[in-house]
């Protein structure tokens, strides 16, 4: 992990060199003077940062979105999760050992605290992560996460109340014992689902401020739906303690709007929508503020055979690819963000595949259209496809590949847009026929990008795309312990992927933030932003 962390930041400086050199659009002006112009200088205590969205969720074990996620991951912990040198590090774990044959993990626990002053012991683990797979609590990741548990799917499946993989040896000290070795495993454990909380917590979902009881730097304050959500500072957090005096996350849904509170210095971050990347590095002194950040995020096209049978038909995936300029989209539309050639994004160790994702070719898309049970675009049902209504980008994306579906190929194109909850509410059933979305690191592994998000028994493959070859190179290379065999097994996956189409890859993430100057101790890792306990405001 070290040299892919290394080839990162190389490859990020340089399209930072590349970004700010392109020449930007527009004046760059504003009401006051322009986009660097403050109306006032800002709490000096207080971080403040909006939510693109409302929080899907108060609960570790049921967030799904990255937005909710960070918001989150200042208020609760899990055993481990990534450090910025994107190794696997301990959080309430102090340490872990391994057993010989690579199935139990011994975690020696912290002197931690909850915020209700109750100390964290290897009994709150355990009821944890049973709560997390428990059949009330309904988690839609546990299984993901943490199925690999022995005695996991009697939970699932309401049989069991307990996890026999679970053992308390101490009060500081619990076991926990996995099906078969899983070289990824500690990765997983690092996800939300894997937080914990009080014992005490039971199976209801956290709905309230006065229910979430983690043990993070920050704890939840108080959350207005659809306005506000604050965190102070958590006295007796066991690691280094808050330098600032509390959170503030205003919920707001417009980018426009987002962006304009940043210049007024109303707030002091924000995540640009890709179309305003140009203006902001044309203002003189704001692209100054402006960051890039690479992420591990694939975003695609999802064709589920499941809610639109004409999807079965594999030749028609591959028109549908062939007949969308990707290279425009990303170029034109997204301010030079990587086109996605592969559906592992850079920072996943893996093999390049033996194929690449198929070229926008207008004339290939048709004759590939004609192999099909539809020979041409007019008899091919009405494609509907869904995007997140509160995202600029998004809409801009489904507009250029209508427009492209419709020109190449004659298909009826008709955008939907949805609000990000309802769009994760339709995708978990598996009610999507056609849908813009995203996948987003959850531990720097390909098992995270093939195994779990498209084998046939997946639990995040929520539209059944099966390929029987696919499964079983993933199910071999999921418990290789050689590394270069097992790349070489993903590799192999990863090529049926990307010459079947089940999903259509359409360009790799990138970050643009601005952060104000006085904002000091911000920390990433190639996973998103790590908890804000050493943020420092100037």
């Known amino acids: 992990m070290g040299q892919t962390a290394k080839l990162m930041t190389v490859k990020a400086q340089l399209l930072l060199v590349i970004a700010l050199a392109v020449v930007g659009c527009g004046s760059g002006s504003s009401e006051?003077?322009?986009?660097?112009?403050?109306?006032?200088?800002?709490?000096?205590?207080?971080?403040?940062?909006?939510?693109?969205?409302?929080?899907?969720?108060?609960?570790?074990?049921?967030?799904?979105?990255?937005?909710?996620?960070?918001?989150?991951?200042?208020?609760?912990?899990?055993?481990?999760?990534?450090?910025?040198?994107?190794?696997?590090?301990?959080?309430?774990?102090?340490?872990?050992?391994?057993?010989?044959?690579?199935?139990?993990?011994?975690?020696?626990?912290?002197?931690?605290?909850?915020?209700?002053?109750?100390?964290?012991?290897?009994?709150?683990?355990?009821?944890?992560?049973?709560?997390?797979?428990?059949?009330?609590?309904?988690?839609?990741?546990?299984?993901?996460?943490?199925?690999?548990?022995?005695?996991?799917?009697?939970?699932?499946?309401?049989?069991?109340?307990?996890?026999?993989?679970?053992?308390?040896?101490?009060?500081?000290?619990?076991?926990?014992?996995?099906?078969?070795?899983?070289?990824?495993?500690?990765?997983?454990?690092?996800?939300?689902?894997?937080?914990?909380?009080?014992?005490?917590?039971?199976?209801?979902?956290?709905?309230?401020?006065?229910?979430?009881?983690?043990?993070?730097?920050?704890?939840?304050?108080?959350?207005?739906?659809?306005?506000?959500?604050?965190?102070?500072?958590?006295?007796?957090?066991?690691?280094?303690?808050?330098?600032?005096?509390?959170?503030?996350?205003?919920?707001?849904?417009?980018?426009?709007?987002?962006?304009?509170l940043f210049k007024s210095g109303e707030t002091d971050m924000t995540t640009l929508e890709k179309q305003d990347w140009a203006a902001v590095k044309g203002d003189s002194k704001l692209k100054d503020e402006l960051k890039f950040i690479n992420r591990p995020a694939v975003f695609y096209l999802l064709l589920s055979a499941k809610a639109q049978p004409a999807f079965k038909d594999v030749h028609l995936r591959r028109a549908i690819m062939m007949a969308i300029d990707r290279d425009r989209i990303t170029q034109q539309i997204l301010a030079g963000v990587p086109t996605a050639t592969r559906w592992l994004p850079d920072g996943i160790n893996s093999k390049p595949p033996a194929a690449t994702a198929f070229a926008f070719d207008p004339a290939k898309a048709k004759a590939e259209l004609a192999l099909s049970e539809f020979k041409t675009g007019d008899k091919v049902p009405p494609i509907e496809i869904t995007f997140r209504a509160e995202n600029t980008d998004a809409k801009a994306v489904i507009e250029a590949i209508g427009g492209d579906l419709r020109r190449n190929l004659g298909l009826t194109v008709q955008p939907r847009s949805l609000e990000w909850g309802a769009i994760l509410k339709a995708r978990n059933r598996g009610e999507l026929p056609c849908a813009f979305l995203s996948w987003y690191g959850d531990y720097i592994d390909p098992q995270n990008f093939l195994s779990m998000l498209l084998t046939t028994d997946a639990s995040a493959n929520f539209d059944k795309w099966s390929n029987r070859e696919f499964d079983a190179l993933c199910a071999t290379a999921d418990v290789e312990p050689d590394p270069e065999r097992r790349a070489e097994l993903y590799a192999k996956a990863e090529t049926i992927v990307l010459t079947e189409v089940p999903r259509i890859p359409l360009y790799h993430q990138i970050d643009g933030v601005l952060v104000n100057p006085r904002v000091q101790g911000l920390r990433y890792n190639l996973l998103g932003s790590l908890p804000h306990n050493k943020v420092v405001l100037k």
């Open 32 to 260: 006051g003077g322009g986009f660097s112009s403050r109306k006032n200088a800002g709490s000096t205590t207080t971080f403040r940062y909006a939510l693109a969205s409302n929080p899907t969720t108060l609960d570790p074990a049921k967030v799904q979105d990255v937005d909710t996620m960070d918001l989150l991951g200042n208020i609760y912990e899990p055993l481990v999760r990534y450090g910025e040198d994107n190794k696997v590090e301990g959080v309430l774990a102090e340490s872990w050992s391994v057993s010989p044959e690579g199935t139990a993990y011994t975690f020696k626990l912290r002197d931690a605290k909850f915020h209700d002053g109750s100390s964290v012991t290897a009994s709150d683990v355990k009821a944890s992560l049973e709560r997390a797979l428990s059949k009330e609590l309904a988690s839609p990741t546990a299984q993901t996460y943490l199925g690999d548990i022995v005695g996991s799917q009697e939970v699932l499946a309401g049989s069991a109340k307990e996890l026999s993989g679970v053992k308390v040896i101490d009060p500081k000290t619990v076991e926990v014992s996995i099906d078969k070795p899983r070289p990824y495993f500690l990765g997983k454990l690092s996800y939300a689902c894997g937080s914990v909380v009080p014992a005490k917590q039971g199976t209801a979902e956290i709905r309230e401020v006065k229910a979430s009881i983690g043990s993070g730097p920050f704890a939840l304050d108080s959350f207005s739906p659809e306005q506000q959500v604050s965190l102070k500072a958590f006295a007796d957090y066991y690691g280094e303690k808050p330098a600032i005096t509390g959170i503030e996350r205003r919920i707001i849904k417009d980018a426009s709007t987002r962006l304009a």
